[in-house]
């Protein structure tokens, strides 16, 4: 007896084997998509962060001298469970353009952490800029005074000099 096909048994084993292998590679794929999905958003997070922190970092780098300055260099504010600081920055870089002294807020609220800064001197038409750094859930806020020949330097929750800012 000479065979010219497939049985039918045989025909509904490689039909299933083809639908589990197609089901588990579609499953993959899905998988695969989702992470990468997951790893963008996680990279766009940390250079939204990235980018925030490095701002941040470079205006409290750049004060005006304490003689340009009619307010305080550095405030520290303290409501309740919420804390805010405000300084007083020169424009190094954009977009605060250079040579405006510039008055910096950070503050908390429910969509994260938002640093507005505006222009104080004279005559500066720069506008607004805000920089908001999402899903951030608390802000604490310390700075470490300078070290005195007489005492070792200490990290304080206020700052109570007016015309100077601390050491970090």
């Known amino acids: 007896m000479t065979r010219r096909g497939f049985t039918l ?3 509904m084993l490689a ?3 083809t639908a589990i292998t197609a089901t588990v590679a579609g499953s993959a794929l899905v998988s695969a998509r989702r ?3 997951r790893v ?3 990279g766009s997070a940390t250079a939204d962060d990235s980018r925030w922190r490095a701002m941040l970092a470079d205006m409290l780098r750049h004060p005006p001298r304490p003689d340009q300055a009619s307010e305080p260099l550095l405030r520290l504010n303290r409501e309740g469970s919420t804390s805010s600081l405000q300084f007083l920055t020169v424009g190094v870089r954009e977009p605060l353009g250079t040579g ?3 008055r910096a807020v950070v503050t908390e609220d ?3 952490l938002l640093l507005t800064a505006s222009p104080i001197t004279a005559g500066a038409s720069d506008p607004i800029v805000q920089y908001r750094l999402a899903d951030a859930q608390l802000v604490n806020i310390t700075v470490l005074e300078p070290a005195t020949a007489r005492d070792a330097a200490r990290w304080r ?3 109570p000099i007016a ?3 601390p050491a970090a």
């Open 15 to 17: 039909l299933t084997l």
């Open 35 to 37: 992470t990468a999905e």
């Open 9 to 11: 048994v045989e025909l």
């Open 110 to 112: 429910s969509a994260g």
């Open 100 to 102: 405006s002294i510039w």
């Open 163 to 165: 015309q100077q800012r």
């Open 40 to 42: 963008r958003e996680h």
């Open 157 to 159: 929750i206020d700052w």
